[in-house]
């Protein structure tokens, strides 16, 4: 069996202490590289993506409303643009009420 003499004590401390810190010192930079990840892929996923799908979205959509296109070509149905279709169910309303108050009567309202 050793002897207590002949351990080192001063060295086993130092070498302890030196190991703790180092231990601790590993732990903060992991996590700090964790956070710095995780705060790229949240602003990448949750904070830029969806503002830019919507974008994209709405701008297909606008596109879909402002075209003329065939919706089924053996039956000869069309899409028209939305504000062409305005103009002619507003043009089909004033020549029903032979210029009636259109917004009343689109409202349900009798003249």
Request: hydrophobic share 45%; glycine share 6%.
């Amino acid at each position: 069996m050793a002897e207590r003499e002949d351990l080192n004590i001063p060295v086993i401390a130092t070498v302890g202490a030196v190991s703790v810190i180092l231990t601790v010192a590993s732990i903060f930079f992991v996590q700090s590289l964790y956070n710095g990840f995780f705060n790229a892929e949240f602003r990448r996923k949750i904070t830029e993506a969806p503002v830019t799908q919507a974008r994209s979205k709405l701008a297909e959509q606008d596109a879909k409303l402002s075209r003329y296109s065939w919706l089924d070509r053996e039956q000869g149905i069309t899409s028209i643009p939305i504000e062409r279709a305005m103009l002619l169910v507003v043009d089909d309303l004033v020549e029903q009420s032979g210029s009636v108050d259109v917004g009343a009567q689109a409202s349900g309202r009798s003249p």
